[in-house]
């Protein structure tokens, strides 16, 4: 896949949460129309973010990439912040997990104690297609 401008590095601040969420939009709109995916990507890349800044520690990574099929969101940081147990997987306190399992073609969720990863796939010609059938 190709990586769509720059990976994002931010501090896990909640302002700078709406910064990144505002910018994975930007940069997957360079591969997807306005629309209801783009919105969708917005939305779970937005609880990807606000799961890393609420459980995880260090700086947050995000980066957008897409192969002219799909589009991939990836959110990282250094692993479960100090006061979580040590290897104890990120558990979904709200609904973030429950929304990117509902919106997104594919996820995962990878942690250990020293790094966090999700990512998590949408189809882009789906979009074209369901506006096509309108």
Do not use: C, Y
Request: proline fraction near 5%.
């Amino acid at each position: 896949m190709e990586r769509l401008g720059d990976p994002l590095v931010f501090p896990a601040d909640p302002g700078e949460g709406r910064r990144a969420r505002r910018a994975i939009r930007e940069l997957a709109a360079k591969a997807i129309p306005e629309g209801t995916l783009l919105d969708d990507v917005e939305l779970m890349g937005a609880e990807a973010i606000a799961n890393a800044i609420l459980h995880g520690s260090g700086l947050i990574r995000a980066a957008v990439s897409t192969d002219g099929r799909r589009l991939r969101v990836e959110v990282g940081d250094d692993g479960p912040a100090p006061g979580d147990l040590q290897g104890r997987r990120r558990v979904d306190h709200g609904r973030g997990l429950t929304v990117i399992d509902a919106l997104a073609d594919e996820w995962e969720l990878d942690q250990t104690p020293r790094r966090t990863l999700l990512w998590f796939e949408v189809d882009t010609t789906a979009d074209v297609t369901a506006d096509a059938a309108r």
